[in-house]
């Protein structure tokens, strides 16, 4: 993670962070179409703002003030909507197969903005991606 004070002379950076990590995450990804075709589905990856100070989100950038963050998102889509598996936990009655990771954030510390740029591919993905893919096998084979 990279970390340092923010000024308004980083918003083009902070952009252009956030792009390029949008485009290794589609790139880390395209391993497992194959493997999601077999099920009749795709992968759908953006961009996702929020302020977390104002509580809100949207699909386009937010300013950047403090409180803003941005994420990367994927979803697991099946005639262009994001799967739904039944749950068999108790616990809800079905899982979104989506997943978001913090790619960038402003926040105060102290008397100071300051801004987290997070480089890689989040190391939990792969394990993400091979639960959604064990979930739609369980889920294939309950409904045949």
Not at 26 to 47: A, D, H, N, R, S
Request: charged share 25%.
């Amino acid at each position: 993670m990279l970390e340092m004070t923010y000024t308004k002379q980083h918003d083009e950076q902070i952009c252009r962070h956030e792009e390029s990590t949008l485009i290794k995450y589609e790139q880390y990804l395209e391993k497992f179409g194959p493997v999601l075709q077999e099920y009749g589905c795709t992968i759908k990856t953006g961009l996702w703002w929020t302020n977390s100070l104002a509580k809100s989100g949207s699909y386009h950038r937010e300013e950047l003030k403090n409180g803003y963050e941005c994420y990367v998102y994927f979803a697991i889509e099946k005639n262009g909507e994001t799967v739904r598996i039944p749950s068999d936990d108790g616990e809800a009655d079905y899982y979104l197969l989506s997943m978001s990771y913090m790619i960038s954030a402003i926040n105060r510390r102290w008397w100071k903005l300051n801004i987290q740029l997070f480089p890689d591919v989040d190391e939990d993905i792969n394990s993400d991606m091979n639960k959604f893919i064990s979930m739609l096998c369980k889920s294939q084979r309950l409904f045949q």
